[in-house]
């Protein structure tokens, strides 16, 4: 049994001997073309659609506005107030939390009626 297995092992043996013996110099040229290939696909299938979603994300939390109804970690809540690095969001029962703008993941609009109903009962 182990000698029939040894024996379907001499032509592979040999195809690693027959490579090894091959000139260094088309080894490197062959490697050189994969990494390019490698990070061109780096490139297109992970690098650039990152930024993408970057791009968008930070263009969703530069147009952030009073009332809007945000989701930072998990936390619903509505714009209270808008700082250079941090929003301050208004909870259902009240409460007030601060969050880093870096931590907000969604943004939906303040509709026209919500936004009619804060402002008559700020005055």
């Known amino acids: 049994m182990i000698g029939k297995s040894l ?18 110099g ?4 062959q490697t050189l073309i994969m990494i390019g290939i490698a990070l061109v696909f780096f ?3 992970l690098w650039r659609p990152e930024q993408k979603r ?9 147009s952030l506005k009073k009332g809007d ?11 209270e107030k808008i700082h250079d690095h ?3 969001l208004k909870m259902v029962d009240g409460a007030k939390i601060e969050f880093l703008k870096a931590a ?6 303040a509709s026209e009626e919500e ?9």
């Open 86 to 88: 941090t929003v301050i």
């Open 69 to 79: 109804r945000v989701t930072a970690m998990g936390i619903i809540g509505r714009v």
């Open 104 to 109: 907000i993941t969604d943004v939906s609009a």
């Open 7 to 24: 024996l379907f092992l001499a032509p592979v043996a040999a195809v690693f001997a027959q490579d090894a013996s091959q000139s260094p």
């Open 43 to 45: 490139y297109f299938i």
């Open 26 to 29: 088309g080894g490197i040229t």
């Open 54 to 62: 970057r791009k968008v994300a930070e263009q969703m939390r530069s």
């Open 115 to 123: 936004s009619r109903k804060e402002a008559s009962s700020e005055f």
